[in-house]
């Protein structure tokens, strides 16, 4: 069974960039896309980027300038950066296992606030 | 990017009588390689999101068998036959076809 657990700063001022890790635990980040969704407070979800363990990617055009994705192979792990972040990018953010058109496993999800 | 329409937005529901929810996308979600990737999750509160079917009609294991996905083409339904207190949540439609992924507004599941 996979695991997901994320983890990374909660409180940013805008400007700064956010920084998450995403650590898989019962399965390898190799073979397999994995994803960065985020959910907007009282919002539905939204999903941000796609990446797999060559480093392609997929990612949402409304995001895409900003986001940076990638992935260690080596420990587990993968990782979403946003730059220049704003009050719009205060949100929830997820990190999930892409499998078949889903995402079949998902991560606890962190908080961020993005204010000055 | 698709748009996924869900309705309705609230579905008040009394415990042991159906819920229905419905899910039209702005264009086909028929994939090149013959597959609809329209998937349905539940959103328990305070929980991350976790998918109940997927490619319209296939249940995920462990998901109980009162859940049902069905539909083609740009409509799709789930059913929820006999509302249970833990289905209490909110239900997202998402469309695996096209990128940009993208994702109903949700729907919110409560007992009346």
């Known amino acids: 069974q996979v695991q997901l657990q994320q983890w990374g700063a909660g409180l940013l001022k805008p400007s700064e960039t956010l920084s998450l890790t995403c650590a898989v635990y019962?399965?390898?980040?190799?073979?397999?896309?994995w994803s960065w969704i985020r959910q907007a407070p009282g919002k539905g979800l939204e999903w941000i980027v796609e990446i797999n363990q060559s480093g392609t990617t997929n990612s949402n055009p409304s995001l895409k300038s900003r986001v940076v994705t990638s992935v260690d192979t080596s420990k587990n792990q993968f990782y979403l950066k946003v730059t220049s972040v704003t009050a719009a990018d205060t949100a929830v953010y997820y990190c999930a296992k892409v499998d078949l058109g889903i995402f079949s496993f998902w991560g606890q999800g962190t908080p961020v606030t993005v204010s000055s | 990017d698709i748009g996924m329409t869900q309705t309705p937005l609230s579905s008040p529901v009394t415990l042991g009588q159906p819920a229905s929810i419905s899910c039209r996308s702005s264009?086909?979600?028929?994939?090149?390689?013959?597959?609809?990737?329209l998937s349905w999750l539940q959103q328990r509160p305070g929980q991350p999101p976790r998918v109940l079917i997927q490619?319209?009609?296939n249940r995920l294991s462990g998901v109980p068998d009162r859940f049902t996905g069905s539909g083609a083409g740009s409509d799709f339904t789930l059913k929820i036959n006999r509302v249970e207190a833990e289905d209490v949540g909110i239900y997202y439609c998402?469309?695996?076809?096209?990128?940009?992924?993208?994702f109903g507004q949700g729907t919110r599941v409560e007992i009346k």
């Open positions: 490619k319209v009609s």
């Open positions: 019962g399965g390898s980040v190799s073979g397999h896309y």
């Open positions: 264009e086909s979600l028929v994939h090149s390689d013959g597959n609809i990737y």
């Open positions: 998402m469309q695996g076809t096209h990128f940009p992924w993208t």
